[in-house]
């Protein structure tokens, strides 16, 4: 049993002739009469009865009737569907996004997508780098967009978007607000806020033990907005990234002796080929105008 067998056998039932059934198929009466008869033997028993011109629909064929109208219906559904979702009209996309990347880089390139592709439904999963690695491996979700303060393992394929440098954060009236830069040496006894989520806060304790710095952890927190809200309260200061959304009541000078960098990029799983929508993001992405840091484009400058 297949599908044209379906069809053919509604068709008859709408027309009750085989030869105008035929030809509302668009195929032969010989091989309409041939399909039906091959569904009869599917099904085990008679499904129309042939008097000359006359043709009825035996007990079984009523009986057969609606259900084969709901399996061509459900088909000719998912057709629609799946020619949605190809012509990008209906389609969903999950985002992986690093909970520590700022959102003012990335209002621009979703404004612009959706713009563009109105019919895509567009989730942002936030995560750590380790948790949006096992997403995209286990395909639940299609790219990422994330950085780390190692390389990324060889089964994913990264592509780099910008850099942003680490500043330190402090409130108002604090002692370096008159530095234009703060050397990590010049941090010894402060409290400090340990930003739990920061891919980067291994990697930063460690500069600060290799110079002899001793930070008092005061508090801990995966809540970027608390940590924020400390700070400015007067609790510590903290390392953050140079595009982070910055609440009022904090300064923010950038981290000298070493600079710290990190490098954002978009990241997915190497060989996997791509939905349409997740095609059309990845192209948007790549193909967006990343503004420069504003700490680059001073120190660009400078060199000039």
């Known amino acids: 049993m297949d599908i044209h067998h379906i069809r053919y056998f509604l068709a008859v ?11 509302k198929c668009n195929v032969t009466q010989p091989a309409l009469s041939r399909a039906i008869q091959q569904l009869e033997d599917e099904v085990g028993g008679l499904l129309f009865r042939r008097e000359r011109n006359l043709t009825h629909l035996t007990d079984l064929g009523v009986l057969l009737r609606p259900r084969f109208q709901q399996i061509l219906d459900e ?39 959706n713009r563009r592709q ?18 995209l ?24 978007l910008y850099r ?20 990590i040496s010049e941090l010894d006894g402060e409290n400090y806020l340990r930003r739990l989520n920061c891919e980067y806060r291994d990697h930063l304790a460690g500069l600060c033990t290799d110079r002899g710095v001793k930070l008092r952890i005061s508090y801990a927190s995966e809540r970027e907005d ?26 923010v000078r950038p981290v000298i002796d070493p600079e710290v960098w990190r490098e954002v990029s978009l990241v997915v799983v190497a060989g996997r080929r791509f939905s349409p929508a997740a095609s059309a993001f990845v192209n948007s992405v790549k193909a967006h105008g990343w503004p420069e840091s504003a700490i680059a484009q001073a120190i660009r400058k400078t060199a000039a």
Not at 145 to 159: C, E, K, L, Q
Not at 164 to 183: Q, S
């Open 137 to 160: 491996e286990s395909g639940e979700i299609d790219v990422a967009i994330m950085a780390s303060s190692n390389s990324f393992p060889d089964r994913f394929d990264v592509t780099p």
């Open 164 to 183: 942003e440098r680490f500043v330190l954060a402090f409130p108002n009236g604090h002692r370096l607000a008159r530095n234009d830069n703060v050397a």
């Open 13 to 23: 039932c709408e027309t009750r002739n085989f030869t105008r059934a035929g030809e």
């Open 226 to 251: 608390w940590i924020q809200n400390m700070v400015s309260g007067g609790l510590g200061i903290c390392f953050i990234p140079e595009f982070s959304a910055v609440i009022p009541g904090l300064q």
């Open 75 to 113: 088909l000719t559904g998912v057709r629609q569907e799946a020619s949605r979702f190809l012509c990008l009209e209906n389609a969903n996309l999950k985002v992986g996004v690093m909970c520590t990347i700022g959102p003012r880089r990335f209002t621009g390139l979703l404004a612009d997508f």
């Open 118 to 135: 109105q019919g895509i439904q567009l989730q942002l999963v936030e995560g750590v780098p380790a948790s949006l690695c096992q997403l």
